[in-house]
């Protein structure tokens, strides 16, 4: 006759049943039966802490159900003290109650400082409550516990990038690419640091690199815009091209190829790209005043006009747009119009040069000489 199993053994057999039975109903997406086996769990009587179960209980977002059974336990397994509070923030955290969270990892971390999973809990919090130079000192004290972790770098240099400190974004950018230098992220993170600190060639360096690692057409483009800045037209003109097609709907490289065509005075072929660019949004102004700009180039000043007016309903009061629908009036001869238009353009920007020459052009057409050299001695004075 064979022995009655004891309760501990009883218990360890139907934790291996129910430990199955939860990857079973995980396997096949049933989250709530799952759910309810790890609670069931809680519920059964051991002599340790079931932090594990706890956790995957957290990441079914059964938030209370977890702080239940962490207050349950707390002050019986001072060992395991840090964990339980660092547990306690999850959760603090997952409901949205931030101080709460912070109050728990500032006891975890009294308890076992430098944990690096604390620490970056600790930055999520900061950054809830908008701190984020404190969530920048939490992740670089997990970078110094965990060097090598380079999820916790590149988020440092996203808060810095976010918050204008380039250099320092670009630092960890580029220990990024030295810890994982097959992450095309990581080369266009860094690609687009250059680019805000004006860094042109250092820019296509890190976009050829992450292009090498990672095709795609927005990377295409980006390299193509940094070429032309450089002013190696041809370069920019051939990753414009293979950007289109793959993807002929392109907006950004539509408007910035159909750009280089215009300063290349080739308009008819700008103006095919506008007006394929145009066919996916009405309403970008900047669009409509090239538009109008090539409209003018090919003689249509009257469809220009329409054009630059619409950019203005958009983008009330801009000096660029205005001052060029003033140059179509006076191309048009409409010397009335231009004076109105450059009129509304000196109220707002009374130091435009530009816009001085252009009106003493319309009186010294109108024989108006005297008002005419006033205009441009303004315009003198302000160069």
């Not at 539509?254 to 506008?274: R, T, V």
């Not at 009405?282 to 003018?296: F, G, K, R």
């Not at 329409?306 to 000096?319: D, F, I, R, S, V």
């Not at 191309?331 to 238009?341: D, L, R």
């Amino acid at each position: 006759m064979f022995p009655l199993a004891t309760g501990k053994r009883a218990f360890h057999e139907y934790n291996w049943s129910t430990r199955f039975k939860i990857i079973s109903y995980f396997l096949i997406g049933n989250e709530n039966k799952s759910l309810e086996f790890w609670l069931n769990l809680l519920n059964q009587e051991e002599d340790k802490p079931l932090l594990e179960v706890v956790k995957k209980i957290i990441q079914l977002e059964a938030y209370q159900e977890a702080r239940d059974y962490l207050d349950r336990i707390w002050g019986r397994f001072p060992e395991k003290e840090g964990e339980i509070q660092y547990l306690l923030a999850c959760c603090y955290y997952g409901q949205g109650l931030i101080q709460e969270g912070l109050t728990c990892l500032q006891k975890a971390l009294s308890i076992e400082p430098g944990r690096g999973e604390y620490l970056e809990l600790q930055a999520d919090c900061l950054l809830e409550i908008e701190d984020w130079r404190g969530a920048v000192n939490s992740l670089n004290q997990a970078i110094r516990t965990n060097p090598k972790k380079v999820e916790n770098i590149y988020r440092l240099g996203t808060i810095y990038a976010y918050h204008g400190e380039n250099l320092e974004a670009l630092r960890c950018f580029q220990g990024c690419c030295e810890l994982k230098p097959h992450n095309h992220i990581y080369w266009e993170m860094k690609g687009e640091t250059h680019l805000q600190l004006e860094q042109i060639p250092q820019a296509i360096h890190a976009f050829e690199k992450a292009l090498r690692f990672g095709e795609n057409d927005d990377l295409r483009a980006r390299l193509a815009y940094c070429y032309v800045q450089v002013n190696q037209l041809k370069k920019g003109i051939r990753f414009y091209r293979q950007v289109l097609k793959h993807d002929p709907a392109h907006y950004d490289s539509l408007c910035n190829l159909a750009a280089i065509y215009q300063n290349m005075d080739k308009s008819l072929e700008a103006l095919k790209l506008q007006e394929l660019a145009y066919n996916q949004c009405q309403t970008d102004p900047i669009l409509l005043n090239n538009m109008a700009y090539t409209l003018v180039h090919l003689g249509r000043s009257r469809k220009a006009a329409e054009y630059y007016q619409e950019a203005l309903t958009l983008a009330k009061g801009n000096p660029l747009i205005l001052y060029n629908l003033a140059v179509c009036h006076v191309q048009k001869g409409n010397w009335e119009k231009g004076m109105e238009t450059l009129e509304e353009l000196l109220k707002i920007a009374p130091d435009h040069t530009e816009g001085w020459i252009l009106l003493g052009n319309i009186y010294e057409n109108l024989s108006e000489y005297q008002v005419a050299i006033d205009c441009f001695n303004r315009a003198l004075k302000l160069a």
